[in-house]
């Protein structure tokens, strides 16, 4: 919702101007030709009509179905502060309509002493005039595969934490028969990996998932990256601390295997650190 409200907040000028034309085109009895208007323009959802006394004179209108039961029916309390224009034509802010659930913005036309009130579908309006990428079908096929991709990653991370749960459990029960040392880390970095991955899905399944995203924002991508690659650093970090520690104990000569690990996650995190460098200049510029 917030993103459809900037989107057509920056383009508002040139919604409004399409909205005038648009009235202005219709043809002159808006009830009486409600059908072709929603052939015509599929972003309209209701049409009605209201009585200089603000009582609903007709039906509310819609591509589906009729609906008979607001007639008669004070609609005073939505006509409060409208400020009609030189056109004798009022469009409201963004909000979420009550009955289909869409980000939407109503259009009032006072006309032959008659308020007609258009509900307008705020999203497939921006799609038709081409400020935002929009497809139903494209975008439940591509939700769904993202729910299901970030529900499997969520059930891998329960597995890696529960793991480490058992090699932890395990250690504290049978404590003479295990490898304190290699069992601890090994404990910490199945967890801190199911930790990980959990965070990963859970990025997905807000961004792709519940909450649509007209614009890939690159802050986005980068923000879900970036707390991935902490976690793989920091996993690597513990796995690097442990292999030093068992070959201190137990065998010097492979000191230098355990070296060029220690160099190699030392690089990964100076290339994290250039990373959120070169995404801080980036922002500036």
Do not use: C
Request: charged share 20%.
């Amino acid at each position: 919702m917030k993103e459809v409200i900037r989107i057509y907040k920056q383009h508002k000028m040139t919604v409004e101007n399409y909205i005038y034309s648009l009235i202005s085109n219709f043809p002159d009895d808006y009830i009486e030709n409600a059908d072709s208007i929603f052939k015509r323009s599929k972003y309209i959802q209701l049409i009605y009509g209201v009585d200089k006394d603000f009582k609903q004179i007709t039906p509310v209108l819609s591509m589906a179905k009729q609906d008979d039961s607001q007639v008669g029916s004070d609609k005073s309390h939505y006509f409060i502060k409208l400020g009609l224009n030189k056109n004798n034509i009022y469009i409201s802010n963004p909000y979420i309509h009550h009955k289909t659930g869409h980000a939407s913005i109503s259009v009032v036309h006072f006309l032959d002493d008659i308020y007609y009130v258009f509900d307008i579908n705020l999203i497939t309006l921006l799609e038709e005039l081409k400020l935002i990428k929009y497809n139903k079908i494209h975008d439940r096929v591509k939700r769904l595969i993202y729910f299901f991709g970030s529900l499997m990653l969520a059930l891998v991370s329960i597995i890696l934490i529960g793991y480490g749960g058992y090699i932890f459990t395990s250690i504290l029960i049978y404590k003479g028969e295990v490898d304190f040392l290699h069992d601890i880390f090994k404990s910490i970095i199945a967890i801190t990996l199911g930790l990980a991955i959990f965070d990963l899905s859970k990025q997905i399944f807000e961004h792709e998932v519940l909450f649509q995203s007209f614009h890939h924002s690159e802050d986005k991508q980068y923000k879900v990256l970036s707390k991935f690659l902490i976690s793989i650093i920091i996993a690597l970090s513990i796995e690097t601390l442990m292999v030093v520690f068992k070959i201190a104990l137990d065998d010097h000569s492979k000191m230098l295997s355990a070296f060029y690990l220690l160099i190699g996650t030392t690089t990964m995190l100076i290339g994290l650190g250039w990373f959120y460098k070169t995404i801080k200049e980036g922002e500036k510029d």
